[in-house]
């Protein structure tokens, strides 16, 4: 049999560069590779015969220079050396910073809800800015991307990374709950929107949107059931770790039979996820949104209303009652609409229109318009209660807004408590 040859690898043999070897052959040792500082040519072995017989091969004219002149040519070559690569190193930083500025920009963007033609127009603002302040800086800004169709590609890529991140932590959730949401947009089409809360075995909340479903028939408890399904499918939940759902309240949500909430329930029943209670809890918002619709007080609210839509709505009017505040030296220079459709507008206008009711008054006594009843105390009581009780609505919507401020303590949390006491008392 003949002997099998092995091949020879030169990256075992621990070759290390010698420093004699930059002034004798102008070398370098650059990222553990000798490197000619003459042509920056990189030599693949490091090995003194390869390094003569390039020097010898392609730089004779080198060898005439000796001494001090040969020294000071090595440092200057090495000089040059370093100032290449940093430039190299540079554009590439600057690079990098240059896409970093333009996703962080087209984020901002995605979330005021502005056009993507906008981008060009901040570009625009930016390299102004630019050439007041720091001229030097101008070809930085002038290099971010900030066109209609890279805003497009950057707001796609930031939302397949919140997809994937979302998918990530569902994968970790020991117990999850859920809140819809439906409502029509303009162009009456149905919007369901579907929140998710979860915890982890480390008490890490997530609360995050996990998804939007467009409903272009009914919208029935059939329908919501079965968007609600493929959302959850779609980043990984099961049911078995559902353990809260909230809902508007609505018919289809909460129907005995056919409510997504009865639904759900048989699916969990059908499927063995029915060892843990479902907590089902109608929201506060929309709780509170009905309890400022039955909390009318039409005594109260005809007169505050009339009596501001007809300072307000006539222009000779709302120029008068201005100056006659400014007249007065008011701490407020105007009343405030109400809006029935935004029915938070209540508490403002209530509270505007109490604070300037003595100046209301002699407004509406000099348009020879009196009203009484900004003189009758019980009225002013029930004006008083209702501005309490419309500012205390307000504060509390305000409070309910953001990302885990609703009970910080959520339904989750607790069912996390309560299998971990469960456990530690079965081992």
């Not at 962080?104 to 809800?113: N, R």
Request: with cysteine; net charge positive.
């Amino acid at each position: 049999m003949e002997p099998c040859s092995k091949k020879r690898k030169v990256d075992i043999e621990s070759r290390t560069f010698n420093d004699s070897w930059t002034e004798k052959y102008f070398f370098t040792n650059f990222k553990n590779k000798p490197t000619c500082l003459i042509c920056k040519q990189v030599i693949a072995v490091m090995k003194e015969y390869n390094i003569q017989r390039h020097y010898s091969a392609k730089h004779q004219d080198y060898k005439a220079c000796s001494g001090q002149i040969r020294k000071d040519r090595v440092q200057s070559l090495i000089r040059e050396l370093s100032v290449q690569q940093n430039t190299f190193t540079n554009t590439n930083s600057e690079s990098e910073k240059a896409v970093r500025a333009s996703f962080a920009i087209s984020k901002l963007i995605a979330k005021k809800y502005k056009p993507f033609t906008d981008g060009e127009f901040i570009k625009e603002c930016v390299i102004t800015l630019a050439q007041i302040m720091c001229p030097e800086k101008q070809k930085l800004f002038e290099n971010i991307s900030l066109s209609r169709m890279t805003i497009s590609r950057r707001i796609e890529n930031l939302s397949t990374d919140l997809k994937l991140t979302l998918e990530k932590r569902a994968s970790e959730f020991q117990y999850y709950s859920l809140a819809l949401d439906e409502s029509t947009d303009a162009t009456d089409t149905a919007q369901l929107a579907v929140f998710v809360r979860g915890i982890d075995s480390k008490f890490n909340l997530t609360e995050e949107l996990a998804n939007l479903h467009s409903l272009h028939d009914k919208t029935t408890g059939v329908d919501i059931y079965k968007a609600v399904m493929n959302g959850i499918d779609a980043i990984g939940l099961k049911l078995n770790n559902l353990c809260g759902v909230t809902t508007d309240g609505a018919p289809s949500m909460i129907g005995k039979e056919r409510g997504f909430v009865a639904l759900l329930e048989k699916e969990r029943i059908n499927s063995g996820s029915s060892t843990m209670k479902l907590v089902k809890v109608h929201c506060i918002i929309h709780q509170e949104n009905l309890c400022s619709k039955s909390l009318r007080m039409q005594g109260v609210m005809e007169i505050a209303v009339k009596t501001v839509n007809f300072i307000r709505a006539r222009g000779l009017n709302h120029r008068q009652f201005r100056k006659l505040l400014d007249e007065m030296d008011s701490q407020y220079g105007d009343l405030l609409y109400y809006t029935e459709v935004r029915w938070l507008s209540r508490g403002a206008m209530l509270r505007r229109f109490y604070e300037l009711k003595e100046e209301v008054f002699h407004f509406m006594e000099e348009k020879g318009k009196p009203v009484f009843h900004l003189n009758d105390p019980l009225w002013l009581c029930d004006l008083a209660f209702l501005v309490d009780i419309t500012q205390y609505l307000n504060n509390l919507n305000s409070k309910l807004q953001g990302k885990i401020c609703l009970f910080t303590i959520c339904l989750t949390s607790f069912a996390l408590l309560e299998e971990s006491s469960r456990y530690g008392k079965n081992n």
